[in-house]
């Protein structure tokens, strides 16, 4: 593959990124000194469009600084997103302390939700509704460190496939036949 190798950022390049997200007040959100490099397939909306589109032409060793809206990030802060929840609805094991993250089972939308308790009291608990990180400006930085066209294997299986084994990666939903 080595002829079809490109040097910046295109579309179904494998880019391998340094990152930093951090917010208004100075708070690391996430960042690659932690959990390492992110690798992702470019253009197949792996991360955020506006990073796909900051980062379209950069070469290894350019970096970038760009910001997030809440609107494009975890949504605007919504103050009507709270509910008044019975306590007897909750399991009977979960303890419940204001400020924690909680994960609701919402049965009409069959999903699970993550809430925070806001206000406890004797028999019902509210909860905030709204992502943690809702009506948070993100400040995305990001230095490429290496580019590479993605293989047939990796845009038929929709993600990067790293130097080791690839039973290292949870398949179930792809075949592997070669
Ligand atoms: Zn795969």
């Known amino acids: 593959m080595a002829n079809s190798e490109r040097l910046t950022v ?3 390049s494998v880019v391998t990124m340094e990152y930093r997200v951090t917010l208004d007040n100075g708070e690391v959100v996430e960042a690659s000194d932690e959990d390492g490099p992110m690798q992702f397939i470019q253009g197949r909306g792996h991360v955020y469009p506006a990073i796909e589109a900051a980062i379209g032409g950069l070469a290894p060793g350019d970096e970038k600084n760009l910001l997030l809206p809440p609107e494009e990030a975890f949504g ?17 094991d979960m303890e419940l302390v204001e400020g924690d993250e909680v994960e609701l089972y919402d049965e009409e939308a069959e999903e699970t939700i993550e809430a925070v308790i806001v206000e406890l009291q004797d028999e019902y608990a ?14 995305i930085w990001v230095k490429i460190v290496d580019v590479r066209a993605a293989t047939a294997e990796e845009l038929e299986h929709d993600h990067v496939h790293g130097e080791h084994d690839h039973d290292e990666h949870d398949h179930d939903e792809h075949d592997h036949e070669r």
Do not use: S
């Open 76 to 92: 605007a802060y919504d103050p009507d997103a709270t509910e008044t929840i019975p306590l007897d609805l909750f399991p009977d």
């Open 126 to 139: 509210m909860v905030d509704l709204n992502h943690p990180l809702a009506g948070e400006t993100l400040h």
């Open 10 to 12: 295109q579309d179904e």
